[in-house]
Structures are given as structure tokens and as C-alpha cells.
């Protein structure tokens, strides 16, 4: 079956834009994580959706990053005013379930945010 | 403050060899381990490992947990260049996720 997807694979902004990331967790998966990845460093937790609602969002860096899964399946990350720290590989990933400890998740390929 | 350490950072060995990869952290909400692959963008699962000296295998690779003095290593016998990547363990929830070693294997 279809494994995580995510577009755009590469998004080039200018500096104080607005972006959109979009993710497709595999179907059924009821669980789905962000992450952001910088060069040389493991993936960093932003926030995780159990369903429709956000469990946690603690990783959000600040108010300029907001994420939404209004049906349960797909997500968007959003991220306002964007600034050159912004500028990274934004993983997804998606797992069957987060309520019950741990469960592998699987990634998908990632959006390269580049902010000039 | 949670913390995963990996160690090497980076590594070049020659196919043939063998590795071992370190895993070192400290998490106030554990509840299992996973190590990763990732080559090009999206990390692979590799390993989930619970519970401490049960080790998990899967063909040249394998990995053990040790949950008193808080590590765990990833074994790669026979390394072939197909197994250059990152590898990335993770721990916690959510994950929280060391900065990978960087494994080359050279022909």
C-alpha cells in the first residue's frame, strides 16, 4: 500500500512568507508526527495528532508554526512570517496508534523548506 | 532536560567489516528504544527494542538494550556499502532523537 506522503518535496520562500506543508499519513493510521530536521541533526519533535486533535504540541518553536488535521488524516503545518531559521527538511510521519505506548512510525520523504 | 547520544558521530570502515553503533540516553518518560535508517530523506525502521538484554536480529544487523546503564548498540556484521547511511536511535515520547552516526563503507 501507499507509504506516507508529503508535498511540496522542496518549497523556496522569501523571508516573512507563508508556507504550507501538507502530509498524507498512510490510511488508517491514527496517529501522525512533525517533525524538523536541520543539516547534521536528527529530527526534532514539533507536534503529534491523535485523530483530530493535537495531544502535543510542545515542539512547536514558537506562535508562527501552527498545524491542523481537521478529518483525521491529513495534515497541514503551517508556518507564518517565516524567517531563514526556518529553513529545514519538515518530516511526517504516521503510526496505527499512540495510545497505547510506543508503535513504529514510518516517515514520510520530507519537505526541503528553504527560506531565502 | 530528556538527551539521546550517539557516538561515533561518523564512521568509514570498508565492506567486510564490522560495526558497532552507541546509543546513550536519558529520558524521563521511557518506554522503548528504535533505531532508524535514513539515506536519503525518510528515516526506516530498523529496531524497537522494550526490554533490557534481548537482543533483536534481522539478517547482518542487530541491536540490544540496556536499561540500567541506559544504552543501546547497533551491530552491522559484513558491512556492505548499501549500509552507508545515517542511523538515528530514538527514545521517549514523543521521540526524542540523538544526531545519527554517519556510517561509510567503502568497497
Known amino acids: 500500500g501507499a507509504g506516507v506522503s508529503q508535498t511540496p518535496s522542496n518549497k523556496v520562500t522569501e523571508k516573512g512568507k507563508y508556507v504550507e506543508l501538507r502530509c498524507d499519513p498512510i490510511?488508517?493510521?491514527?496517529?501522525l508526527y512533525w517533525y524538523r530536521q536541520s543539516l547534521g541533526q536528527g529530527p526534532e519533535f514539533l507536534i503529534y495528532?491523535?485523530?483530530?486533535?493535537?495531544?502535543?504540541d510542545s515542539g512547536l518553536p514558537n506562535d508562527r508554526f501552527f498545524a491542523v488535521r481537521p478529518e483525521g488524516s491529513v495534515s497541514t503545518l503551517k508556518i507564518q512570517r517565516t524567517e531563514r531559521g526556518d529553513s529545514a527538511v519538515y518530516l511526517c510521519?504516521?503510526?496505527?496508534?499512540?495510545?497505547?505506548?510506543?508503535?513504529?512510525?514510518?516517515f514520510g520523504p520530507g519537505t526541503r523548506l528553504t527560506v531565502l | 532536560e530528556d538527551k539521546v547520544v550517539q557516538s561515533p558521530l561518523s564512521l568509514v570502515v570498508h565492506e567486510g567489516d564490522t560495526v558497532t553503533l552507541n546509543c546513550s540516553y536519558e529520558?524521563?518518560?521511557?518506554?522503548?528504544l528504535l533505531w532508524y535508517k535514513q539515506e536519503k530523506k525518510a528515516p526506516t525502521f530498523l529496531f524497537m527494542l522494550?526490554?533490557?538484554?534481548i537482543e533483536k536480529k534481522s539478517g547482518r544487523l542487530s541491536s540490544i538494550l540496556d536499561k540500567k546503564e541506559l544504552f543501546s548498540i547497533l551491530n552491522i556484521t559484513a558491512t556492505q556499502t548499501g549500509d552507508s547511511a545515517i542511523y538515528l536511535c530514538?527514545?521517549?515520547?514523543?521521540?526524542?532523537f540523538g544526531a545519527g552516526t554517519r556510517l561509510t563503507v567503502k568497497p
Open positions: 510521519a504516521s503510526s496505527s496508534s499512540a495510545t497505547s505506548g510506543t508503535r513504529e512510525q514510518f
Open positions: 490510511s488508517g493510521h491514527t496517529a
Open positions: 495528532f491523535q485523530g483530530t486533535g493535537a495531544a502535543d
Open positions: 529520558v524521563t518518560n521511557f518506554r522503548s
Open positions: 522494550t526490554s533490557s538484554g
Open positions: 530514538a527514545v521517549g515520547r514523543p521521540m526524542r
